[in-house]
Each structure stands twice: as C-alpha cells, then as structure tokens.
C-alpha cells in the first residue's frame, strides 16, 4: 500500500506499511503498539517515515468519528527515538528527555478502519546550533490517504546514563514536602466516559467532593503504558489522562462524545510512580469546550494542559512534553 502528498510520491511507493520496525528501535516492549514501519534517508536531514495505525491499538480509543491526535503524537514520540538510533548513532540503552511534542492538524484525522491507516510522515530532523550536547528536533509533515492532514515537531534529547541520574536527583525531582500522600476514597469512571472499553485503560478515579477532579489510577501491570520498567510515570500516561480528563469534563458525563482534537500540554517535573496525583479541569477562554487541565503531586505542578473538543479557529492542534 502507498500514501502520498502534494508533489513527488516515489519515496512513498517505496515505503512498506504492513510490518513494524523492532520494537526495541522505539523502546517499546509490546509489538502490538509499534506505530511505525518503515523509514528511508532522502537528505543530509530528510527522511520519509511509514506507520500504520489499527483499530486495536490502545491509543487509537474507541467510539469516536475519526482517530484522536494522541496516536499522532505517540507516533511523532516514536519516530524521534527510532531515527536517533538508525540514522544518528545514539546507542540503545541512552534515556531520552523530550521537551517538545507538537501536533498541528489543518483537518480531523480519518477514523482508523478495519485493516489499517497508512500514515506518512516526511520528515526534517536537524541538531540544532550550539551547544556541545546532542539535542535533536524534528518538523514532519503528516500525510495520509494522499492528503497533508497536519504537521508534527519534536524537540528531544538523547541523555548520557549518568547526566539524566544527575538529573533525575535535582531541581526538585523527587516528591515535594506538601499534599497527600495518599489518595482520598474515590471511585473510578465507567470506562464509557473516557472513550475505552476495559476497566483497567480507566486513569482516572472521580473525587466525590469536587466536581472536575479526579485521581490518576495507575496500574503497572497495564500492557501498553507500563510496558517496560521506568523511573518516573511515562509523560504519555499523563496525556492520555488529560484527554480522558477532558472528555468527561467537556461531555459532562455522557457517553460517545467525540475524541480529542486539540492539545497543548506542557510538563515541569518528572511524575513519580508512588505518590498520588490529581488532576484538575476548568474552562478555558479561548471559547466552548476548551479545558485547562492542571497535575498536581505532593503540592507541585507536574503539567499543565490545554485540551479542546472541535478544530479550533486556527485549525491547531498541539502538545508539548518535557519528560
């Protein structure tokens, strides 16, 4: 199968979209969430990206008209670590911090059908100048079914095992002095509200004397989320419970409402595994449906989010991450 975009569409032809890349080329351990599936130099700094997106992936949800910019941005994550390994020498093994996830959509995505959705990415990746560290960034175009749907643009940086140690023990990293150590009696959402089908995908547990705020459920035993051993909560756990977060605060409680189509989040610390965390929704005024999310854990601010229902005026969907 090939996709296209405006313009030349040979290396797309030359793309296969029907097996995945190793799953170790981007750090994940369940085959079954590997997004990507090709990849082809074409410049100093361009390259084409494949990937191929299915009904069962977790992060695809379920019950919504058209496939949620989540799964775009996951796909963005992984094609950062997948061209850091294959065509910019970084060694398996080397944490990565991001500080930057973008997703501009010009349209909705197509809703993923019954065998697969091709994706596209044509990719300029780039270390930008300065500095004696490798720090990389990415800009992609996103193409499916022939059309340029949006663009994605990472920010990242491959870290030296014994810097991201250093890292990970300053700048108040660990746990603060303030909030609760444990998380008060609540109970979780019906797996409907969130856009899910089983239990165990729920993040979120309401607070019984708040309205719009909930507690991050985290269970480690979760396939795709906790698939290989961390130090700190994956930043991508936290995304999807500000999407799930925001769906319920923006369908107040009624199910089937539409996924996600704008995200603009931003991370300030590291989320550890051990202490709860709540999560906090609000309107925003930027119009009808847009929500500011807030994390918080032991009285500090982990992120922050910006999360909409419905293209915005600009037709813009972003995110950024720094974790």
Not at 37 to 52: H, I, M, N, P, Y
Not at 254 to 263: C, E, K, Y
Not at 299 to 315: K, M, N, Q, T, W
Request: net charge neutral; glycine share 10%.
């Amino acid at each position: 199968m090939s996709i296209g975009r405006p313009g030349p569409e040979r290396h797309w032809q030359r793309l296969g979209f029907d097996r995945s890349v190793p799953r170790e080329t981007v750090h994940k351990t369940a085959a079954a969430e590997v997004l990507l599936t090709d990849a082809e130099r074409l410049g100093d700094e361009r390259f084409a990206v494949g990937a191929s997106w299915r009904r069962d992936h977790y992060l695809a949800h379920h019950g919504g008209p058209a496939a949620d910019p989540v799964l775009l941005a996951e796909t963005a994550r992984q094609t950062a670590i997948y061209l850091s390994h294959r065509f910019f020498g970084v060694a398996h093994g080397v944490p990565f911090v991001l500080s930057g996830i973008s997703v501009e959509l010009f349209e909705a995505l197509p809703p993923v059908d019954e065998e697969y959705l091709a994706v596209g990415l044509d990719v300029v990746c780039r270390k930008p100048a300065g500095g004696p560290r490798l720090r990389l960034e990415l800009d992609a175009d996103v193409v499916v079914r022939h059309r340029s749907v949006g663009r994605a643009r990472v920010r990242w940086e491959p870290m030296e095992p014994r810097r991201y140690a250093l890292l990970r023990r300053r700048g108040g990293q660990g746990p603060g002095e303030a909030g609760p150590r444990t998380a008060p009696s609540c109970v979780p959402l019906p797996p409907a509200r969130v856009g899910q089908l089983a239990e165990r995908d729920v993040l979120l547990a309401a607070d019984a004397s708040a309205a719009h705020v909930w507690w991050l459920r985290l269970d480690r035993a979760q396939p795709v989320l906790f698939d290989h051993d961390s130090d700190h909560v994956p930043g991508m756990t936290l995304v999807e419970a500000f999407r799930q977060a925001a769906r319920v605060a923006s369908a107040d409680g009624r199910p089937g409402a539409s996924g996600a189509t704008l995200l603009n989040v931003t991370f300030t610390a590291f989320c550890e595994p051990d202490v709860p965390v709540s999560i906090t929704a609000e309107r925003a005024g930027r119009g009808a449906g847009v929500f500011t999310l807030r994390a918080h854990q032991a009285g500090r601010e982990l992120a922050s989010a910006e999360v909409g229902h419905g293209l915005p005026e600009s037709s813009a969907v972003r995110l950024e991450a720094a974790c």
